[in-house]
């Protein structure tokens, strides 16, 4: 199985940055795909973006096409989300996922990190 542990949240102003990072550990030499949910208080959690193994591959939810991109270095065993043009409804804990599976079903991700808050201040 592969371990995941996120960090790089935190505290932004609306329009700001943020990147945020999942480090994997593992059985991380068989190929997987990477994926971020995120989830708000009260709200059910939602696949926002995934990749990849070789990185030809990607999906973005509406809510975040133009802003977001996702991206990984298979060599540092590390995957990246980086958010701009942040507005306050992207406030939520920013989970990593990884899955051996394809990488757009959010149905397929097995494995997941602790989670991460990011919020956006108005």
């Known amino acids: 199985q592969v371990r995941l542990v996120e960090s790089g949240g935190g505290l932004v102003q609306t329009g700001g940055s943020l990147r945020v990072s999942c480090a994997a550990s593992g059985r991380t030499s068989t190929p997987y795909a990477m994926g971020w949910f995120r989830q708000a208080p009260g709200k059910e959690r939602e696949f926002v973006t995934a990749i990849s193994w070789s990185s030809s591959s990607t999906y973005y939810a509406d809510s975040v096409k133009g802003r977001f991109t996702i991206s990984r270095d298979n060599a540092k065993n590390t995957g990246y989300l980086q958010m701009n043009s942040l507005k306050p409804e992207d406030t939520a804990v920013y989970y990593c996922?990884?899955?051996?599976?394809?990488?757009?079903?959010?149905?397929?991700?097995?494995?997941w990190g602790q989670g991460t808050q990011v919020t956006v201040s108005s």
């Open positions: 996922a990884a899955t051996y599976s394809r990488y757009d079903r959010a149905s397929n991700y097995d494995y």
